[in-house]
């Protein structure tokens, strides 16, 4: 009986493993908080009113200074293109994550991720994006892009990705 009953938890335990996605997550992206992937679905990478062109091109991404929600100039440059992408592309909206790396606690790391999500917004939205067209959240630290505990994997880590999805008329 107790061979038959590890038998079967070994099966259950099998099929979910094959169900399950560990690259999807709830927004469509692809990958642990990466943004938006560059294939499938996001149009050609040259046509500069496709998402795909925003992600490789643009760029959708800026990163932070440790424990830090402050924009540098990089990052600010990132985001003026952004933000001139979005202002020709009205047809367009973007959730903006915030992300921290694995040092801190859940709480803080939430935190700090609302922090770099809210100042990239607002970066945006003093650059002339609607405010209506933005959301933020926060990832805190439960989506890294690089999994593990050196500098070059926190620095990655810790970052904004502005997710640029289809709105009305697209």
Request: hydrophobic content about 40%; glycine content about 10%.
């Amino acid at each position: 009986m107790v061979h038959i009953s590890k038998v079967v938890l070994l099966i259950a335990v099998l099929g979910l493993a094959a169900c399950s996605n560990k690259n999807a997550d709830a927004l469509g992206s692809g990958g642990y908080g990466d943004g938006a992937s560059t294939s499938g679905g996001y149009g050609d990478a040259n046509d500069p009113r496709s998402v795909a062109y925003f992600n490789t091109t643009i760029g959708d991404r800026v990163l932070f200074a440790v424990d830090q929600s402050t924009l540098s100039e990089q990052g600010k440059d990132i985001l003026t293109l952004q933000a001139r992408w979005l202002m020709e592309n009205t047809a367009y909206t973007a959730i903006v994550q915030g992300h921290a790396d694995e040092q801190g606690t859940r709480e803080y790391n939430l935190a700090l991720g609302e922090r770099r999500a809210n100042a990239a917004q607002q970066f945006l939205v003093s650059q002339g994006v609607s405010s209506s067209r933005l959301q933020v959240v926060s990832y805190g630290k439960e989506r890294p892009i690089e999994i593990c505990s050196q500098e070059s994997c926190y620095a990655l880590n810790r970052r904004s990705v502005t997710v640029v999805a289809a709105g009305a008329g697209v």
